[in-house]
């Protein structure tokens, strides 16, 4: 069983920046890969960022150049750095974990953008 628990969402203008974090209750070595999520309202859950132990990295093609995902291995936590924020990045953002044969979700933190 894997907790994840996202923090770091919240309400910014357009072209500001925000990092999400999501900590994990065991080691993320074992977690390959990790990954952001996003579902805006009426819209169905998309892939946001990925990243792998081997430190391989995929993203959306709308976040391409505004978003990074990194770990940091002794927090055993996954960030999303968001820059140049757009009103369509609204929505609530979900971290998520592969751990074995299991996919794991959080609880989601809401981002906001607008002015």
């Known amino acids: 069983q894997v907790q994840l628990v996202e923090s770091g969402g919240g309400l910014v203008q357009p072209g500001g920046s925000l990092r999400l974090s999501c900590a994990a209750s065991?080691?993320?070595?074992?977690?390959?890969?990790m990954g952001w999520y996003r579902q805006a309202p009426g819209n169905e859950r998309e892939l946001v960022a990925t990243?792998?132990?081997?430190?391989?990295?995929n993203y959306a093609d709308s976040v391409k150049g505004r978003f990074t995902i990194s770990r940091d291995y002794v927090k055993n936590t996954v960030f999303l750095q968001m820059n140049s924020l757009k009103p369509e990045d609204t929505a609530v953002y979900y971290c998520n974990a592969r751990f074995g044969r299991n996919t794991y979700w959080g609880q989601g933190t809401q981002v906001a953008v607008s002015s």
């Open positions: 065991i080691s993320i070595f074992s977690i390959n890969p």
């Open positions: 990243h792998t132990t081997g430190g391989s990295t």
